[in-house]
């Protein structure tokens, strides 16, 4: 399951990420939004301002189009080894539920499929 900070309250998310544990069940949020880990796939480095608006318009930037509900994942997935490392290095406390600051914890997620992969 993903879910962004931007749009859930902290009390929300607490009771998500304890019914996720209880039900063993892989959550993976992002801080501020999901664009975040988007953009991590990408060489440029992220906007000094870093919310939804931001992000999706430097995404366009890189990529010449974006739209949330429909974009070249492709495109953006072929870079996912950087997006991991990224995400790695944003993330100052890995064992929190989710990042307190800016940062996803999607790289979990992608780190266990790799896993089950394996």
Not at 5 to 32: F, H
Not at 52 to 58: D, G, P
Not at 64 to 72: A, M
Not at 97 to 107: A, D, E, L, N, S
Request: net charge positive; aromatic share 6%; with cysteine.
């Amino acid at each position: 399951m993903a879910v962004d900070v931007d749009r859930w309250k902290e009390k929300m998310l607490a009771g998500v990420a304890s019914l996720c544990l209880q039900k063993r069940i892989n959550l993976a949020i992002s801080n501020p939004c999901f664009e975040l880990w988007l953009a991590l796939h990408l060489d440029a480095d992220l906007p000094s301002t870093v919310n939804s608006r931001t992000l999706e318009r430097h995404i366009r930037k890189q990529l010449g189009s974006f739209q949330k509900s429909n974009y070249d994942a492709k495109r953006i997935l072929q870079n996912i080894e950087t997006a991991v490392s990224k995400a790695k290095d944003l993330d100052d406390v890995p064992s929190h539920r989710w990042p307190q600051k800016m940062g996803t914890h999607v790289y979990k997620l992608v780190e266990s499929i790799y896993e089950r992969l394996k």
